[in-house]
């Protein structure tokens, strides 16, 4: 935004008219809005952790697989994974939810 002000032509914003003089500020901060800014969609469905990644459901996967088939040191290293992804995951979540301009 400071760079978008930096090169701006103050002298356009000097209107006697209060309703001309409004229209263009608003119409201008809407132009550096939209410069500096970007949209994006994101989909989020109600029954899903927005942490909830594909490393995560692969683990939860295997850990599943892991309590089926009844080997206790395969479902015990499987669940210690899935806790260890979920921790990780949720950190990853805060910091991308904490600042957004990073990626």
Known sequence: MQDCFQRTDWEVFDHQDLENHTSVVLDYIRFCTD??????????????????????????TARNTGFRSGDKVLYSAAKANLKRGIREAKVAYRRKIEDPHQE
């Not at 949209?39 to 989020?44: N, T």
């Open 35 to 60: 410069n500096v800014t970007r949209d994006r969609c994101i989909r989020i469905y109600p029954n899903r952790k927005p942490w909830m990644t594909e490393e995560v459901q692969s683990l939860l």
